[in-house]
């Protein structure tokens, strides 16, 4: 094939693979199954009888694009979220990987018939989520996860990935070389892989802000400075003997809430590149397999992907959740999100490349493996999480930001923030349009109105219609009580009202006024006792936003939480029924 052939080829499996997604979205299903079934289409035994078959090439570029993907899912996670969701993630990152690797490896080596250290190198092949499939449905689902089930998946995705690695690599060895390895060499890799990959990550992490603060490029140009910077961090990790993956997530982590100006429009581009690595790791991963392959040995993968999705993982997500403060609606859910993706299919290369005498039944297997997953789990993740009712109403956020002035100090820092009006008959607060701008801004200040691509001059009458943009200069701090005038206020009225209640208290609000006010019994109640001691009395000291608790015939739910202090909490009247 020649070059120009070979450019066309790839440009029109792209566009097929990216319009098709479009149908996807509205059928519900994973946008990644479309990328891999039009990989598959355009294979040798589908309708563009492309003959792909190599596994090197497939294995270096799905290792490229899971760093492009890590590196984007770093930069989205907020750091907040560590505050709940840390030490769950990496229980289930590390003892949650191990579990799911023995459970499935003995009963596939049953089921297989084949001997056990084989089964348990497919049990650490498919034995970790991925992070492409679980960043790119939880962030296009449609649904709001709490925090502490969001973050939890999130993290574990990016972070199980040196487990299961060092699983598969030490599996493929040891079937190589027929040597044992103790458990203290594993247990001292398994370190080493930790240790590396999370000090040079976070290190490198720092050094990255570092340089985008003081280097001036094209904007342009920005987003492909990260980019290179954390395939680097990648590779020279690996070749340290650290974990890359954990190393460029980490250095997404440091820089996505890092006070950069650019962090906006390096985040639309970074974002666009993501998808790109996502769609292009997956067409390849489809040219690569052979569907008729798939049927052979079809009935045992589908009852490896029944035991690994409702029994190995619930079990082990049980087990690594019970020192944690996790509702039993949560726990289901985390074990049920857990996606499959291209991660495995990349892992069941290393077999294929080292030779083994098995290796083509294990990536058959992966493969069917993974396309129950993204099938069954990936396209309900939204009606799940709204049938478990952990879901919470998305709160009032600007569409646009910028950084004017950056300072680690955020007393010094300023950005202009762009609102939607997503209501009728909204007013901007006196206080906001009599502010006259200064030298120093001390409250939100109003730049523009913008109605119908025209700006409007601003009184203390101006009314505000649906779809006008309102433009301020707000220090950071004060971002989500000025959304909530303008983008969330009227139009989700009934929604939140339903959530959290119609009312809201203070979190230090006296226990004992509330329930002489509402009829609730007294007796047990201090004087000194406040509404946020009796949510962590029952719930637990790690709350999210969401979390709720029954009080006589009202309903308490946390509205609005500061580090780890209550601060808004909503109150709903109930009958004895509900």
């Not at 292009?280 to 009852?303: N, R």
């Not at 001691?533 to 500061?562: A, C, H, P, S, W």
């Amino acid at each position: 094939m020649d070059t120009n052939s070979f450019i066309f080829l790839a440009g029109i499996l792209l566009l097929v693979s990216i319009l098709a997604s479009s149908l996807t979205v509205r059928a519900g299903l994973p946008l990644l199954l479309v990328f891999l079934g039009i990989g598959m289409l355009a294979g040798e035994e589908g309708i563009g009888r492309l003959d792909f078959d190599n596994s090197n090439l497939a294995f270096l570029v799905g290792n490229l694009a899971l760093a492009v993907i890590l590196l984007d899912g770093g930069m989205r996670t907020k750091t907040s979220t560590f505050r709940v969701a840390l030490w769950p993630s990496l229980s289930l990152a590390t003892l949650g990987v191990v579990l799911t690797t023995a459970s499935v490896g003995v009963f596939a080596a049953w089921l297989l018939e084949v001997q056990l250290i084989y089964g348990l190198l497919l049990g650490a092949i498919v034995g970790s989520t991925d992070a492409a499939a679980v960043f790119s449905l939880l962030r296009n689902s449609g649904v709001r996860l709490n925090e502490r089930v969001g973050g939890t998946l999130e993290i574990e995705s990016g972070a199980n990935d040196p487990m299961a690695i060092l699983l598969v690599v030490m599996l493929t060895g040891m079937l190589q070389s027929s040597d044992h390895i103790s458990v203290l060499s594993f247990l001292g890799q398994m370190l080493q892989q930790f240790a590396v990959g999370g000090v040079v990550g976070l290190l490198g992490g720092k050094l990255l802000l570092v340089v985008l603060r003081r280097v001036t490029l094209v904007e342009g140009l920005y987003a492909l400075l990260i980019i290179s910077f954390g395939l680097a961090i990648f590779a020279g990790v690996n070749i340290a003997g650290g974990s890359g993956f954990l190393a460029v997530y980490l250095v997404g982590l440091a820089v996505g809430n890092g006070r950069i100006k650019q962090l906006e429009s390096v985040s639309q581009v970074m974002d666009g590149l993501a998808w790109l690595a996502q769609a292009g790791m997956f067409l390849l991963l489809g040219l690569l397999v052979t569907p008729s392959s798939l049927l052979s040995h079809g009935l045992q993968a589908i009852a490896i992907a029944a035991f690994l999705i409702f029994i190995a993982r619930p079990l082990a997500v049980m087990i690594c959740l019970l020192p944690f403060d996790f509702r039993w609606p949560e726990r289901v859910y985390i074990s049920w999100v857990g996606l499959r993706g291209a991660v495995p299919i990349v892992l069941a290369l290393y077999p294929v490349i080292a030779g083994l005498s098995n290796s083509e039944l294990l990536f058959e297997i992966t493969f069917t493996v993974v396309l129950i997953s993204l099938l069954l789990q990936g396209s309900t993740v939204p009606q799940v999480a709204r049938w478990l009712k952990i879901i919470v109403p998305e709160p009032a956020a600007p569409i646009t930001r910028f950084s004017l002035i950056d300072d680690i100090d955020s007393d010094h820092s300023l950005e202009l923030y762009e609102f939607l009006v997503q209501a009728e008959d909204v007013r901007i607060p006196s206080a906001i349009v009599q502010n006259v701008p200064s030298e120093t801004v001390s409250t939100p200040q109003l730049v523009a109105l913008v109605r119908d691509h025209q700006p409007i001059v601003v009184n203390e009458s101006t009314v505000l219609t649906f779809g006008d943009r309102i433009w301020m200069l707000l220090h950071p701090e004060d971002v989500d009580d000025v959304a909530v005038i303008f983008s969330q206020q009227a139009s989700s009225s009934f929604i939140l009202q339903n959530f959290f209640g119609e009312f809201a208290i203070r979190g230090d609000a006296s226990l004992l006024d509330l329930a002489k006010a509402y009829g609730v019994s007294i007796d047990g109640i201090n004087e000194a006792d406040t509404a946020a001691e009796l949510l962590q009395n029952q719930l637990g000291k790690l709350l999210v936003v969401g979390d709720r608790v029954r009080f006589g015939n009202l309903r308490l739910t946390i509205r609005q939480m500061k580090g780890n202090e209550i601060e808004m909490i909503g109150l709903k009247l109930q009958n004895k029924r509900t």
